[in-house]
């Protein structure tokens, strides 16, 4: 079918041609075809084996040095008829953080994944005759689909039924004027029409931006235009957010620190070997090159970035089940940093479910069918439920309740042409063939409305709009906007002979003024609690909306958004203050009413040149230029087009403002997670460090390549990942906003990192001095069997200690309240393997560790040593607390 030429064919005949209908397709024809022809996307690349992930993680700089020591290593051995051991250990560890990398790597994915699938685009489609809306990867040829102006077209098709559609095919065409589009045949010549001129066809990848229109899809995926241009398009990566950036920057910085170590390790070692008169055979080169890469191993935290991106990833996730979906990583790290929320109301504030609850009219069965005919809503096969935007299904079901529903109202009133509302005009015209004769129907807002009409419907008759009239229609409005209602207003206008001509200037004037419909959208009752939130975690509430002032001022003050209505201000008084002007007022405004897309980014403007992180919602496509402009741009998944999902940081899958609250909450708890988990990396690393050198240095041995290994396999996974689930802290939401330009080491991280690494240090230390004091087995290079197994064991359990110090970086861990029930599981697992290799006699060999194990009291010696680490953090902590650093 993709190679027809549709666009030369009648509506009837394509339809035809692809064995569908004006109802569409029936539910189980659509599932045979998407079966039989597969989804409706363009190719992925192909994800790489797992092996060749594997592989990849051995391209560290790191673990190559790792792996030629094990050879070198086995090889002398070998040489020497001795069992290679620590080359098992090695080759076992490396496997292992190989294995586990892999994994993170594919958990990330798999929730990547799992958000790409909830925030995929839908169409709103004609199944079994009825209005539906689907995924648009389940979209198939001959499906009926309806677009509307923000709505990204889902596959190639031809149009049955267009109103005043205008589409932007720059990505196909490069023509950056959008084109207008017809239903017609474009020739009957059979003639091959340019791509660019196929004014009568939709094409997957481009962009309604005005009117709507009904199309049946004639290809899907790679057999659209789109598909013949990419004949493969790459599964979009996840950019690395700053702070992975930082990270990775901060792993290099670090990579060339300890390689320079090494080498003077090494040569120190040598030099001194020369200066003492000791003899430089293999095995003490090999010696030296081991505690060289022994440095090596402690500094580095391997697991650092892939920890940090899998607790983005979990929090990502975390996310998503709260219904916020996060398309672009950084958001995570931005929310954090938010100070401003400017968010519409209709739907966010509110519940998005409007509902009439004042009229005026001397006649409101003809306020109700106007209302009704001139809609876009429509009735499902239940007679009560209706589909469409919020305000408009409002209406048809103030008409089912008249008893004059829409469906019914179209039998002999059909729709003949129409004038899509837009936000310049803020009006809406349709027009009606009834009886022999052709009546107009025009609703919008009561300014635009009343400065269109000539003539009003006063009990029941036409009458000339007299200043009187229109006096009482104003206070009639100012009533109904007082309690908080939208108020919307309609008019009629009658004609002998179809309209010739179908714009604004020639219909929407010499109007007859019907009446008006008050509506209300309740405030979401979790609402109220979130603007509060907000205020106590520093963040400043803006509402912005297209309602009338006094209607957004009640809310607001319902909301405690605002105090008093000078906070509130119009787009027309916006429009009226220059840039300096608005820079002095802003911050005392908290309400925008009456607001043209304009405006929206001048304000998310305004508040970033003065130094705010900014986030904005937004629904239409107009809202997208504000949405890019923001910090945090919100998309909203109910009512949102895809324009705006497309160019949002983050989707809200409720339209719900608490969610966006929620989602700053949790953005701060992943942020907190990361730094702890980060901060428990490096204090480790630098105790490893740190006793490894100072032992070098001072010529003896306190821990082996290997014993730092099995220590990095627990502490740079496990725990660190355990520390990322952490619950959010009491506090979280009863602090400032971060800067955003903050480093990882704000906020004295870098100091309490200093101390607790030398904390640990100093443990182990002494763990080792304590063993080797009692050790009667030294051997003739002053290797103490006993020391070393003390120190691994001290340092081993100190850092899995530590761990839970970090469950809060200044509170109490005695205060913290529930568990972290992973961390605990970590430290039982860690405390029984170290107990493990070093009690049981074959692994104590493997690892070089005292014969027999630890006695009773030099395992409790090492435990309590171990345990130190708690109480001394506590008591700086304490310190800080009360000094406020």
Same mark, same amino acid.
């Given at each position: 079918?993709?190679?027809?030429?549709?666009?030369?064919?009648?509506?009837?005949?394509?339809?035809?041609?692809?064995?569908?209908?004006?109802?569409?397709?029936?539910?189980?024809?659509?599932?045979?075809?998407?079966?039989?022809?597969?989804?409706?996307?363009?190719?992925?690349?192909?994800?790489?084996?797992?092996?060749?992930?594997?592989?990849?993680?051995?391209?560290?700089?790191?673990?190559?040095? &790792?792996?030629?020591?094990?050879?070198?290593?086995?090889?002398?051995?070998?040489?020497?008829?001795?069992?290679?051991?620590?080359?098992?250990?090695?080759?076992?560890?490396?496997?292992?953080?190989?294995?586990?990398?892999?994994?993170?790597?594919?958990?990330?994915?798999?929730?990547?994944?799992?958000?790409?699938?909830?925030?995929?685009?839908?169409?709103?489609?004609?199944?079994?005759?009825?209005?539906?809306?689907?995924?648009?990867?389940?979209?198939?040829?001959?499906?009926?689909? &309806?677009?509307?102006?923000?709505?990204?077209?889902?596959?190639?098709?031809?149009?049955?039924?267009?109103?005043?559609?205008?589409?932007?095919?720059?990505?196909?065409?490069?023509?950056?004027?959008?084109?207008?589009?017809?239903?017609?045949?474009?020739?009957?010549?059979?003639?091959?029409?340019?791509?660019?001129?196929?004014?009568?066809?939709?094409?997957?990848?481009?962009?309604?931006?005005?009117?709507?229109?009904?199309?049946?899809?004639?290809?899907?995926?790679?057999?659209?235009?789109?598909?013949?241009?990419?004949?493969?398009?790459?599964?979009?990566?996840?950019?690395?957010?700053?702070?992975?950036?930082?990270?990775?920057?901060?792993?290099?910085?670090?990579?060339?620190?300890?390689?320079?170590?090494?080498?003077?390790?090494?040569?120190?070692?040598?030099?001194?070997?020369?200066?003492?008169?000791?003899?430089?055979?293999?095995?003490?080169?090999?010696?030296?090159?081991?505690?060289?890469?022994?440095?090596?191993?402690?500094?580095?935290?391997?697991?650092?970035?892939?920890?940090?991106?899998?607790?983005?990833?979990?929090?990502?996730?975390?996310?998503?089940?709260?219904?916020?979906?996060?398309?672009?990583?950084?958001?995570?790290?931005?929310?954090?940093?938010?100070?401003?929320?400017?968010?519409?109301?209709?739907?966010?504030?509110?519940?998005?479910?409007?509902?009439?609850?004042?009229?005026?009219?001397?006649?409101?069965?003809?306020?109700?069918?106007?209302?009704?005919?001139?809609?876009?809503?429509?009735?499902?096969?239940?007679?009560?439920?209706?589909?469409?935007?919020?305000?408009?299904?409002?209406?048809?079901?103030?008409?089912?309740?008249?008893?004059?529903?829409?469906?019914?109202?179209?039998?002999?009133?059909?729709?003949?042409?129409?004038?899509?509302?837009?936000?310049?005009?803020?009006?809406?015209?349709?027009?009606?063939?009834?009886?022999?004769?052709?009546?107009?129907?025009?609703?919008?807002?009561?300014?635009?409305?009343?400065?269109?009409?000539?003539?009003?419907?006063?009990?029941?008759?036409?009458?000339?709009?007299?200043?009187?009239?229109?006096?009482?229609?104003?206070?009639?409005?100012?009533?109904?906007?007082?309690?908080?209602?939208?108020? &919307?207003?309609?008019?009629?206008?009658?004609?002998?002979?179809?309209?010739?001509?179908?714009?604004?200037?020639?219909?929407?004037?010499?109007?007859?003024?019907?009446?008006?419909?008050?509506?209300?959208?309740?405030?979401?009752?979790?609402?109220?609690?979130?603007?509060?939130?907000?205020?106590?975690?520093?963040?400043?509430?803006?509402?912005?909306?297209?309602?009338?002032?006094?209607?957004?001022?009640?809310?607001?003050?319902?909301?405690?958004?605002?105090?008093?209505?000078?906070?509130?201000?119009?787009?027309?008084?916006?429009?009226?203050?220059?840039?300096?002007?608005?820079?002095?007022?802003?911050?005392?405004?908290?309400?925008?009413?009456?607001?043209?897309?304009?405006?929206?980014?001048?304000?998310?403007?305004?508040?970033?040149?003065?130094?705010?992180?900014?986030?904005?919602?937004?629904?239409?496509?107009?809202?997208?230029?504000?949405?890019?402009?923001?910090?945090?741009?919100?998309?909203?998944?109910?009512?949102?087009?895809?324009?705006?999902?497309?160019?949002?940081?983050?989707? &809200?899958?409720?339209?719900?403002?608490?969610?966006?609250?929620?989602?700053?909450?949790?953005?701060?708890?992943?942020?907190?997670?990361?730094?702890?988990?980060?901060?428990?990396?490096?204090?480790?690393?630098?105790?490893?460090?740190?006793?490894?050198?100072?032992?070098?240095?001072?010529?003896?041995?306190?821990?082996?390549?290997?014993?730092?290994?099995?220590?990095?396999?627990?502490?740079?996974?496990?725990?660190?990942?355990?520390?990322?689930?952490?619950?959010?802290?009491?506090?979280?939401?009863?602090?400032?906003?971060?800067?955003?330009?903050?480093?990882?080491?704000?906020?004295?991280?870098?100091?309490?990192?200093?101390?607790?690494?030398?904390?640990?240090?100093?443990?182990?230390?002494?763990?080792?001095?304590?063993?080797?004091?009692?050790?009667?087995?030294?051997?003739?290079?002053?290797?103490?069997?006993?020391?070393?197994?003390?120190?691994?064991?001290?340092?081993?359990?100190?850092?899995?200690?530590?761990?839970?110090?970090?469950?809060?970086?200044?509170?109490?861990?005695?205060?913290?309240?529930?568990?972290?029930?992973?961390?605990?599981?970590?430290?039982?697992?860690?405390?029984?393997?170290?107990?493990?290799?070093?009690?049981?006699?074959?692994?104590?060999?493997?690892?070089?560790?005292?014969?027999?194990?630890?006695?009773?009291?030099?395992?409790?010696?090492?435990?309590?040593?171990?345990?130190?680490?708690?109480?001394?953090?506590?008591?700086?902590?304490?310190?800080?607390?009360?000094?406020?650093?």
């Amino acid at each position: 079918m993709e190679d027809k030429k549709f666009y030369l064919e009648s509506s009837e005949q394509v339809l035809s041609d692809l064995k569908s209908s004006p109802e569409g397709l029936t539910a189980n024809e659509a599932e045979e075809r998407l079966t039989r022809f597969g989804p409706n996307k363009l190719k992925e690349e192909k994800k790489e084996p797992a092996w060749k992930r594997f592989l990849a993680q051995m391209k560290d700089p790191m673990i190559i040095i &790792l792996l030629v020591a094990a050879f070198i290593s086995a090889v002398l051995d070998v040489y020497q008829g001795t069992v290679p051991y620590d080359t098992f250990i090695i080759l076992f560890v490396v496997i292992v953080n190989a294995i586990l990398g892999v994994v993170q790597e594919s958990k990330a994915e798999a929730a990547i994944e799992a958000l790409k699938k909830m925030a995929g685009a839908t169409t709103r489609t004609v199944r079994n005759g009825e209005t539906v809306i689907i995924q648009s990867t389940d979209l198939v040829a001959g499906d009926v689909i &309806l677009l509307e102006a923000g709505d990204a077209v889902p596959a190639d098709g031809r149009i049955l039924e267009s109103a005043s559609l205008k589409v932007e095919e720059a990505a196909l065409t490069g023509e950056s004027v959008p084109v207008e589009k017809i239903s017609d045949v474009l020739s009957d010549k059979g003639e091959d029409v340019a791509l660019g001129d196929r004014r009568n066809m939709v094409f997957m990848g481009s962009t309604v931006v005005y009117g709507r229109a009904r199309a049946v899809v004639t290809s899907t995926g790679m057999d659209t235009e789109m598909g013949k241009i990419a004949d493969a398009i790459s599964q979009a990566k996840e950019g690395l957010t700053p702070l992975q950036i930082k990270l990775a920057q901060l792993s290099g910085i670090l990579t060339k620190a300890v390689v320079g170590i090494c080498v003077f390790i090494f040569a120190f070692d040598v030099i001194r070997s020369l200066v003492t008169g000791q003899s430089l055979g293999i095995q003490n080169i090999l010696s030296f090159f081991m505690i060289a890469v022994s440095l090596a191993v402690a500094a580095i935290p391997e697991g650092l970035v892939a920890v940090v991106t899998i607790v983005l990833s979990i929090g990502v996730t975390k996310m998503s089940e709260k219904s916020a979906i996060i398309r672009k990583m950084s958001a995570v790290e931005t929310l954090g940093c938010t100070q401003i929320i400017c968010t519409d109301k209709t739907g966010t504030l509110t519940k998005n479910q409007m509902t009439v609850t004042k009229t005026y009219s001397s006649d409101d069965d003809l306020l109700a069918a106007a209302m009704g005919l001139c809609n876009d809503g429509e009735i499902q096969a239940d007679g009560e439920s209706v589909i469409g935007e919020p305000t408009e299904a409002a209406l048809v079901v103030f008409g089912i309740k008249q008893g004059c529903p829409k469906n019914e109202l179209e039998k002999t009133q059909p729709r003949v042409g129409e004038i899509p509302f837009d936000s310049g005009r803020k009006m809406m015209t349709t027009v009606h063939r009834k009886d022999g004769c052709f009546i107009q129907y025009t609703k919008g807002g009561l300014d635009e409305i009343m400065s269109r009409c000539t003539t009003a419907l006063v009990d029941g008759k036409v009458v000339p709009l007299t200043d009187e009239i229109r006096d009482q229609i104003v206070r009639e409005n100012k009533k109904m906007a007082d309690q908080a209602l939208r108020v &919307l207003s309609c008019a009629f206008r009658s004609y002998d002979e179809k309209p010739e001509t179908w714009t604004s200037d020639a219909l929407e004037n010499n109007m007859t003024f019907i009446g008006m419909c008050g509506m209300i959208d309740p405030v979401r009752p979790e609402v109220q609690a979130a603007i509060q939130e907000c205020r106590n975690a520093g963040i400043t509430p803006v509402m912005i909306t297209g309602d009338h002032k006094d209607t957004a001022v009640a809310i607001a003050k319902e909301l405690e958004i605002i105090t008093d209505s000078s906070q509130a201000v119009t787009g027309a008084e916006l429009s009226k203050m220059d840039d300096e002007e608005f820079k002095k007022r802003i911050k005392n405004i908290r309400v925008y009413a009456r607001v043209q897309p304009e405006h929206k980014t001048r304000i998310v403007k305004t508040w970033q040149e003065l130094g705010y992180v900014t986030a904005m919602t937004g629904d239409g496509v107009n809202d997208a230029p504000s949405i890019k402009t923001a910090d945090i741009g919100v998309g909203m998944g109910i009512t949102g087009t895809d324009v705006t999902k497309n160019v949002a940081d983050m989707i &809200l899958a409720d339209d719900n403002f608490a969610t966006i609250v929620a989602a700053v909450a949790e953005g701060r708890r992943v942020y907190d997670n990361i730094r702890k988990a980060i901060q428990f990396l490096l204090s480790s690393n630098m105790a490893e460090v740190l006793s490894v050198f100072f032992a070098s240095v001072m010529g003896f041995t306190v821990l082996l390549p290997t014993h730092l290994l099995f220590i990095n396999l627990i502490t740079d996974c496990f725990p660190a990942l355990a520390l990322g689930v952490e619950e959010p802290e009491k506090n979280i939401m009863d602090r400032e906003p971060r800067k955003k330009n903050d480093g990882i080491f704000a906020g004295g991280m870098a100091f309490d990192t200093i101390y607790q690494g030398v904390t640990v240090t100093v443990l182990t230390l002494i763990a080792y001095f304590i063993g080797k004091s009692g050790d009667a087995s030294i051997t003739a290079s002053g290797y103490s069997s006993l020391g070393v197994t003390m120190a691994f064991f001290v340092m081993s359990m100190c850092e899995i200690f530590h761990s839970f110090n970090m469950r809060s970086r200044r509170e109490s861990i005695f205060r913290l309240g529930k568990l972290n029930v992973p961390l605990l599981l970590a430290m039982l697992a860690s405390l029984a393997l170290t107990t493990l290799i070093v009690e049981v006699p074959a692994l104590a060999a493997m690892f070089q560790f005292r014969s027999g194990g630890l006695d009773p009291v030099h395992y409790a010696i090492s435990f309590g040593l171990s345990i130190l680490v708690v109480p001394v953090v506590e008591i700086v902590k304490l310190i800080q607390r009360k000094t406020g650093k």
